[in-house]
């Protein structure tokens, strides 16, 4: 069960994992996550467990104790260091950390699961503006800010920005923000997707906009 648990939170931070899109790969994670939880569970509590296993009488005396720590083991474990291990592996300190090591001890990047470069481009978490040119040649974009969203595979692209601004046939974003309580665009006819920082001039633009929505 812990394995089950695990998965099931693991996937409602993270998301889908394309490498179990397959209903049997979900279930062969989660029972080789459960055997995992097993091991640990035995180095450390093993003994307890045997001092049951032997004397019936003191399990049916610590029945409730026993329930409580089957919930705690079962589930709130596995859940907890579903969500902690996420937040760790995804955090930026972590991945820079990572490539100082692996650069340091000349060691070769391991293999990146990220399934598609749309999911690898928005995972990085930064603010910035976002422009998507489509094949007709118009241009979409906003600003991309921590309220905004970008589904992931394997659901159709769709980019949500929290500021929808006009842009100008070359490609260059206007002073005008005609959706200020943002915009969904739709990427299935995108011929490119610009990820454009923060300057001084656009952060004062989006900044000017939160304090008119926030008055």
């Known amino acids: 069960m812990p394995g089950f648990v695990y998965q099931a939170s693991k996937r409602a931070v993270a998301g889908p994992d394309p490498e179990q899109a397959d ?8 029972i080789v996550s459960t055997a995992a939880f097993g091991g640990i569970y035995a180095f450390f509590l093993g003994k ?3 001092e049951y296993a032997r004397d019936p009488d003191l399990a049916l005396a610590h029945v409730q104790r026993i329930g409580v ?3 705690v083991l079962a589930l709130v474990v596995p859940w907890v260091v579903a969500r902690v291990s996420y937040w760790i592996l995804s955090a930026r300190w972590f991945g820079i950390a990572s490539a ?3 650069d340091t001890l000349r060691l070769r990047r391991p293999y990146d699961s990220t399934p598609t470069a749309w999911d690898w481009a928005f995972k990085q978490g930064e603010a ?5 040119r489509l094949d007709d040649g118009l241009w979409l ?3 991309y800010g921590w309220r905004s969203y970008a589904s992931s595979y394997p659901y159709p692209q769709e980019v949500f920005v929290e500021q929808g601004w006009v842009i100008d046939v070359d490609g260059t974003f206007t002073d005008v923000c005609h959706a200020p309580n943002g915009m969904v665009i739709k990427c299935d006819r995108a011929v ?3 990820f454009l920082p923060l300057t001084t001039d656009t952060e004062e633009q989006a ?4 304090g008119q929505e926030a008055s």
């Open 141 to 143: 974009g906003g600003f």
């Open 23 to 30: 209903f049997s790969a979900k279930i062969l994670h989660a």
């Open 207 to 210: 900044g000017d906009y939160e």
């Open 69 to 71: 720590a089957f919930v």
């Open 192 to 194: 490119s997707v610009d």
């Open 100 to 102: 100082w090591v692996l």
């Open 128 to 132: 910035g503006w976002v422009r998507v």
């Open 48 to 50: 307890h467990v045997v």
